[in-house]
């Protein structure tokens, strides 16, 4: 997986209906410096991993039953 | 000897109120007084209506209800709680002129209890953040330490309990917002089974990681509040710790963690190990990316919620905040699935672990309370963000959504509270609150009062 760039993000927000962030927020996402929770490539790169593991048919959770 | 009036606990209270000793119009008085003294220093609350407040306990004194839990109690609730006719801020500048118009679930329940509602706590941001830190309404210290965080996200809610400005506090845990607060600041935090209080009328966070919980002084204490919020009780298993199977999880829980701490849960665990308690490994699944899967569900859920507000009022919101809302924007919707996918398999191995315990013991935090404005914070030579490690250890369960209490179980050498977590089995919550009763009443620790000049 290629690294994220900035223009990846502009184009999100500029061609996919989203909230019109601006560049300096965007460029938080690419290079954070403000201390967010995990720096969004940090995310990226082990959403990716998790991408690769086989859930089977496992479904997204819901609410929890009492039985 | 007993406790000072402003520091004792609901149980205690309740014993004045009904021995007479005590009358409710007296004990309002007595925190109004103190939040006058202490309110500014703690910033602990957004909003107070101490004159509500005196009123109601008028008529409660007139004629004492013996048989409400809570009657005459002040309590104070995290301002995402809905209150009839009163601004809900969620201590942000994009909701100053937002007043509610009707009660929250939680509050019509306290106030169904006979509890005194006496003002709404600062926060983090729409509980974006676990130092409690607030550019508007300040950050909330510790009451041990002022140079020190009291945590958060619910910090206002745990410094008017740990500055002796009211008997309990309502607050909100996504990651470990009340556990988390709760635990730096000695008292006692209880996050329910997902679902058992009601989250109608408090402004969500992340729908499906959101609790509500509570702060209070004890377990018993945790215990009044809890039954007067819950859903239908649920059948609790005679317990004693003599039988009980502890489950004490192999990796993760006890790593990269201040020594002292670990200490002190191992004088704790011996404890329990002399009552007759079984302690044994629990082989929790792996914690490698549930950080990561937790934020890729919270982020765009608060996004989702926030894009109400972001056209009309996006500049109001704190710099920080508008980032992480920015990262909700760009995690595709497969990537939020699969998180709540992960979230399934974290519930199904669960279900396995506790198929062989009772309950799970860990460390309630890795560290203790953080310097306000220290940014990251380093243990056994990992360095994290400070909000990271403050729920660290607590997070997991909000996505598993197993009630978990935790209680103060040591003192650190620098002056600071050191808590304990147990985790208890779906809708177990009952029984995890008699198990930290249990442990409250026999285990021979007292923590010392904060010393607040």
């Known amino acids: 997986m290629k690294k994220l760039d900035k223009q990846t993000l502009m184009g999100i927000r500029d061609q996919f209906g989203s909230y019109a962030w601006e560049d300096a927020e965007i460029s938080e996402l690419v290079d954070p410096r403000l201390g967010i929770i995990t720096g969004f490539q940090e995310l990226l790169d082990q959403l990716e991993v998790l991408r690769k593991v086989d859930l089977e048919a496992t479904p997204p959770a819901g609410d929890i039953s009492s039985k | ?453």
């Open chain 2, 1 to 453: 000897m007993s406790t000072p009036l402003a520091f004792a606990p609901i149980t205690e209270i309740n014993l004045r109120f009904r021995n007479g000793d005590l009358g409710a119009n007296e004990l309002v008085n007595l925190y109004t007084d103190r939040i006058e003294r202490f309110g500014e220093i703690s910033k602990a609350f957004i909003s107070l209506d101490t004159k509500s407040a005196l009123s109601k306990a008028e008529i409660i004194d007139e004629s004492f209800n013996d048989d409400l839990p809570l009657n005459g109690i002040p309590y104070a609730c995290k301002d995402l709680f809905d209150v009839k006719g009163l601004p809900t801020t969620a201590g942000s500048q994009v909701l100053q002129d937002n007043v509610a118009q009707q009660d929250a679930t939680a509050i019509k329940c306290m106030n169904r209890a006979g509890a005194i509602y006496i003002g709404k706590n600062n926060l983090h941001e729409f509980a974006y953040g676990a130092t409690g830190e607030n550019t508007l309404y300040g950050t909330p210290p510790n009451p041990y330490d002022p140079s020190r965080l009291a945590g958060g996200s619910s910090s206002g809610s745990a410094a008017a309990v740990g500055f002796g400005l009211c008997a309990a506090a309502l607050g909100t845990d996504t990651g470990g917002s009340v556990r988390a607060p709760a635990s730096l600041c000695g008292l006692v935090g209880f996050k329910p089974t997902y679902g058992r209080i009601s989250t109608e009328g408090v402004i969500p966070y992340s729908w499906t990681l959101d609790h509500v919980g509570t702060l209070t002084r004890s377990a018993a204490d945790a215990r009044l509040v809890f039954e007067s919020l819950r859903f239908e009780p649920q059948p609790s298993a005679q317990t004693d710790l003599h039988n009980l199977t502890i489950g004490i999880p192999e990796s993760f829980f006890f790593e990269r963690c201040d020594r002292e701490i670990l200490d002190s849960i191992d004088a704790l665990m011996n404890f329990l190990r002399h009552t007759g308690a079984n302690l044994k490994p629990a082989f929790m699944p792996s914690m490698e990316y549930t950080r990561s899967v937790s934020l890729t569900v919270q982020m765009p859920e608060a996004l989702s919620y926030h894009n109400r507000y972001l056209e009309q009022r996006g500049h109001l919101y704190s710099q920080d905040f508008r980032a992480g809302l920015a990262l909700g924007q760009c995690l595709l919707a497969e990537q939020y699935i699969r998180a709540k996918r992960f979230i399934e398999t974290y519930r199904n191995d669960m279900d396995r672990v506790f198929a062989e315990v009772d309950v799970i013991l860990t460390p309630a935090t890795p560290v203790i309370a953080p310097k306000i404005g220290v940014v990251e914070v380093t243990v056994d030579g990992y360095t994290e963000p400070a909000g990271n490690a403050i729920t660290r250890y607590t997070s997991f369960f909000n996505m598993t959504g197993h009630p978990a209490i935790t209680l103060p179980c040591g003192m650190h050498s620098e002056g600071l509270p050191i808590a304990v977590q147990l985790v208890g089995k779906h809708f177990g919550d009952e029984q995890l609150i008699d198990i930290a009763q249990l442990v409250e009443s026999g285990y021979d620790f007292k923590l010392p009062l904060p010393d607040l000049g």
